[in-house]
C-alpha cells in the first residue's frame, strides 16, 4: 500500500515513513492510492470479531510494512479493557465500543469515550502512541511531536504518549477556551516528555502554527517535528475500526443498512466514516453535525467552503468544535474533484491566502449526493434543549458535542434505518454546561473527582511560529 499527497506533487510513500512524517513535502494529506475493499464474504467473517481483532483485519489492509505478527500484537496491546474500562452507571461496558440504544433498534449513541481521557480521541491515539514506540525502537531514532488541540487530541495524545521512550509531545492549546476539566487532564501531566503550550488565539491559529512548522522542511527534518492531530494518516485510518464495530453492533445480517451522526469540527472523525464507506460498508448516510461554527455544514448546504478567522470563530460551549478551517476536509475534497491534485491546490491556494472556493453549479458539487452526506447545525441553546430532552425521554446524560450531534439526529433520521450519533466524550468534561441544562453535576469516573485542583505546568504564549519553534530547539538542543 502507497501513499499520495492530496496536492499531487509528493512521491508514493510507505505508511511508516507517513506515520512519522505528518504532513506531505507539497503541504497535502496523505491518503493511500486507492481505497482497500470489503466483499460481503469480509463482513460476514468480520461481524463477530472482537474490537482488537477488527482492527487487525482492517489495519492490515493499510498497513503492509509492519509484519503482520506484530501489528496483530499492536492491535491486542492497544484494545483492551483496561485501557478502554472506564465504570459508567455502576456497570463496565461490554464492548470496548458499545452501542447505548435511546430508542431500541433505531437510535443509539455508539459509545466512544470509554478511554483514559474521556474523549473519542483516545481510541486512535493509543493505537497512533504504540505505533510510534515500534517504528521509532525499529529504526533507532526519535520525535518530537507539535499538535494543535481545540480541547480532546491533545490529552489523549499526552496520554498515549507519556513514557513513550524516544517521544517528547510539544502540544498548542487556545488559551482560556477549553473546559477547566479539559485544561486540567493536559497542563496536570508531570512527565518530562510533555510539554504544554497555551497560544493566545483560537484552535485554528495553534493548527496554522502547526503547519507553518511542517512546511518548513529544513528545520522539520533537523527537529525531526512529527505530527498526532488527525492530519496524521494513522489517526484516520484507526477511526474507521469503529464504524464497523457500529454497524455490526447496529444490524443482525449483511443486507441492512446504517447511518451515522457524527459531530465535526475538523472532519477527521466523519473522514473515516467517508473511507469506511468507500471500502464498502453499507452506510446509508453520514449526517455532519456542527456548533455555531457551520463552515462545514455551509459547504454541504451550498457548496462554499468559506473558512472564518479568529474574530469570526465562536466560542461555544462544545469547544472542541470551534474550529473554522478543517484539516481533513481537504482529503474528502480530493476524492470529490477526482482525486484531481492540480485541483486541490488551486482551491487551497485560495484557503492558504485567507479566502474561500466555491463548488456550487459544478459537476463535483453535483456528485456530491453520492457520498451520502447530509448536515446540520447547532447552538447553544439547542444544546441545552437536547441534553433535557436526552435526560428526560431517554434517562442519559450526554456531553455537549454529541448534544449537537443528537440534536441534527433527531431532525435528519430517517425511521426506516437505524441511526447511531457517535458520543464524543463524557459529560463530566463540560460540568458547566451540564450544570446549566439540567441543575446537577454530572458524573465522574472514580480518580477524576478533584483534577482541576492538580498542580498545572503550561507556558502561554503569542501565535508566533518563530517564537515556538525556537522554544522546541531549545528544549531539544538541552536534552542532546
Not at 68 to 77: P, Q
Request: aromatic letters at 10%.
Amino acid at each position: 500500500m502507497r501513499y499520495i499527497s492530496t496536492r499531487g506533487q509528493s512521491a508514493p510513500q510507505s505508511f511508516c515513513d507517513i506515520l512519522l512524517g505528518g504532513l506531505a513535502p507539497d503541504g497535502g494529506l496523505y491518503l493511500p492510492e486507492t481505497y482497500p475493499q470489503v466483499t460481503r464474504a469480509d463482513l460476514d467473517a468480520w461481524r463477530s470479531l472482537s474490537y482488537a481483532e477488527l482492527a487487525f483485519a482492517i489495519l492490515s489492509r493499510f498497513i503492509d510494512d509492519i509484519p503482520a505478527a506484530d501489528l496483530k500484537a499492536i492491535c491486542d496491546k492497544t484494545y483492551t479493557a483496561e485501557v478502554y474500562g472506564y465504570v459508567r452507571d455502576d456497570a463496565k461496558a461490554v464492548e470496548i465500543t458499545p452501542v447505548h440504544w435511546l430508542e431500541p433498534g433505531k437510535l443509539g449513541l455508539l459509545e466512544l469515550s470509554n478511554g483514559p481521557t474521556l474523549a473519542f480521541k483516545d481510541m486512535a491515539m493509543q493505537l497512533l502512541g504504540n505505533l510510534f514506540e515500534y517504528v521509532l525502537d525499529k529504526r533507532g531514532e526519535q520525535i518530537n511531536i507539535l499538535g494543535a488541540t481545540s480541547g480532546d487530541t491533545g490529552s489523549a495524545a499526552e496520554y498515549a504518549m507519556r513514557g513513550k521512550h524516544g517521544v517528547r509531545v510539544f502540544m498548542l492549546s487556545p488559551h482560556g477556551r477549553m473546559s477547566a476539566f479539559q485544561r486540567a487532564q493536559m497542563y496536570s501531566l508531570q512527565d518530562d516528555n510533555i510539554y504544554n503550550i497555551a497560544v493566545r488565539g483560537m484552535f485554528d491559529d495553534a493548527q496554522d502554527v502547526v503547519k507553518a512548522v511542517s512546511n518548513d522542511h529544513a528545520y522539520k527534518a533537523k527537529y525531526k517535528i512529527g505530527a498526532v492531530n488527525s492530519i496524521n494518516w494513522a489517526r484516520v485510518a484507526a477511526q474507521i475500526v469503529y464504524y464497523f464495530k457500529g454497524y455490526f453492533a447496529a444490524t443482525e445480517n449483511n443486507d441492512q443498512q446504517v447511518a451515522f451522526v457524527v459531530p465535526s469540527g475538523n472532519f477527521g472523525n466523519i473522514c473515516a466514516g467517508h473511507i469506511a464507506r468507500q471500502m464498502g460498508l453499507p452506510v446509508a448516510k453520514l449526517v455532519l453535525a456542527t456548533n455555531e461554527n457551520d463552515v462545514l455544514d455551509e459547504f454541504f448546504r451550498t457548496g462554499v467552503y468559506r473558512p472564518r478567522g479568529t474574530a469570526e470563530t465562536h466560542a461555544t460551549s462544545s469547544p472542541s468544535m470551534d474550529i473554522s478551517k478543517a484539516s481533513n476536509f481537504e482529503r474528502f475534497v480530493f476524492d470529490l474533484v477526482g482525486r484531481d491534485g492540480a485541483k486541490v491546490r488551486e482551491l487551497w491556494s485560495k484557503v492558504d491566502a485567507g479566502g474561500a472556493f466555491d463548488l456550487s453549479g459544478s459537476d463535483e458539487f453535483a456528485r456530491i449526493g453520492v457520498y451520502g452526506f447530509a448536515s446540520g447545525s447547532s447552538n447553544h441553546a439547542d444544546r441545552l434543549a437536547t441534553i433535557r430532552r436526552a435526560d428526560a425521554d431517554y434517562a442519559t446524560v450526554i456531553d455537549t458535542h454529541t448534544a449537537d450531534g443528537l440534536k441534527v439526529a433527531l431532525e435528519l433520521r430517517d425511521p426506516a434505518v437505524p441511526t447511531l450519533v457517535l458520543e464524543t466524550a463524557q459529560p463530566a468534561k463540560f460540568e458547566d454546561t451540564i450544570v446549566e441544562a439540567l441543575g446537577r453535576k454530572p458524573a465522574r469516573p472514580a480518580g477524576l473527582e478533584n483534577i482541576e485542583a492538580l498542580p498545572q505546568r503550561v507556558e502561554v504564549m503569542d501565535v508566533d511560529a518563530d517564537a515556538i519553534k525556537a522554544l522546541i530547539a531549545r528544549t531539544v538542543d538541552q536534552a542532546r
